[in-house]
């Protein structure tokens, strides 16, 4: 399949990395910006130059072009309009989270997706990295019975850096509600919101309640943590599940807790990942959905970009 990149800095120059290990993609074309402003701004014409794909700065060119399929990585502001473009093209469609600015534009999108039968993919990579994909399958084999709560911390400090200009809970944040309708439900009551405005964002530090019939989740999102971090716990009524980090900063390990009755210290069994493939195994989904014309998340990103709502409206 041949595809095209539209906006090659930070985000869409992992894509080219682990695209280049799916042999059966070729990245024909990058779209980059007509002004270079920053460093990284020229990224994606340097890489262009050594894949052997051509450069232009306007996305006509891949519109008009042969390529299947289209991965759009600009900043979230250019997304609506790109994102119809492309999609009125015929050309299927993977675009960063979120999906646009608000839910207005979130369900534009999705709408003219499904207008012209062409997939679209919003890419919450963070499903599809190794330690995620096993805490689901412990979860769906009932390792832990019944889930009474999970806990979720994703954060960092790039307040000062972040180049999306949406904010920590549309950022970061959407990642670990992402996750929230993946592992327990794709609705659930918004019991509190509380964020913080420290040095750039209105919200650039909160803690959300949730709870979808009796499971209730808490979820920390921050652009000023100033370490990196990434921790799960899921418990249940036979034990619990836990993720320690994720392979792009070294060593993950996700455990399973056997509970031990009637109390006592719980019985452990250990993975561990240092591999990051959440970007590729993300791409291996893409290829097999448009392979088979499944379309079963079409709207995934729509439907968080609502939940995202929802949360921000109960800001305290």
């Known amino acids: ?11 869409g120059s992992k894509r080219v990395k682990s695209i280049q290990r799916f042999k059966k993609t070729k990245i024909a074309l990058i779209i980059g910006r007509k002004k270079i402003r920053q460093k990284i701004d020229s990224l994606g014409s340097k890489i262009a130059k050594k894949i052997k794909a051509k450069y232009f700065s306007d996305i006509k060119k891949a519109l008009e072009s042969d390529v299947k399929s289209i991965i759009l990585s600009t900043q979230p502001n250019l997304f609506l309009n790109y994102a119809i473009k492309i999609l009125n093209s015929k050309k299927n469609l993977l675009v960063e989270k979120p999906l646009g600015l608000n839910a207005k534009e979130a369900f534009k999108i999705l709408n003219t997706a499904r207008k012209n039968k062409v997939y679209l993919k919003t890419g919450f990579n963070l499903r ?3 330690g995620i994909q096993l805490v689901k399958k412990l979860i769906n084999s ?3 019975g019944k889930i009474y709560f999970i806990k979720i911390d994703y954060v960092n400090g790039s307040v000062k850096t972040n180049k999306n200009n949406i904010g920590a809970l549309s950022d970061i944040g959407s990642h670990s509600i992402n996750l929230f309708e993946f592992f327990i439900s794709k609705n659930f009551n918004v019991i509190s919101n509380t964020m913080q405005s420290n040095e750039y964002f209105k919200d650039d530090n909160g803690f959300i309640t949730l709870k979808s019939k009796s499971v209730i989740g808490q979820i920390h999102y921050s ?9 799960l716990e899921i418990s249940g009524e036979k034990g619990s599940i836990s993720v320690d980090s994720l392979p792009k900063w070294g060593k993950q390990t996700v455990t399973l807790s056997k509970r031990v009755y009637p109390s006592g210290k719980p019985k452990k069994k250990n993975w561990y990942f240092f591999k990051e493939n959440s970007w590729y195994n993300e791409w291996v989904h893409f290829n097999k959905a448009i392979k088979n014309k499944s379309y079963q998340d079409l709207d995934e990103g729509y439907i968080t970009m609502k939940n995202l709502e929802l949360i921000r409206k109960k800001n305290k």
Request: positive net charge; glycine residues 8%; hydrophobic residues 40%.
């Open 142 to 144: 009932k390792k832990i």
């Open 1 to 11: 399949m041949k595809i095209a990149i539209v906006g090659c800095g930070n985000i």
């Open 223 to 231: 652009f000023v943590r100033w370490e990196n971090k990434f921790s």
């Open 128 to 130: 599809y990295d190794s």
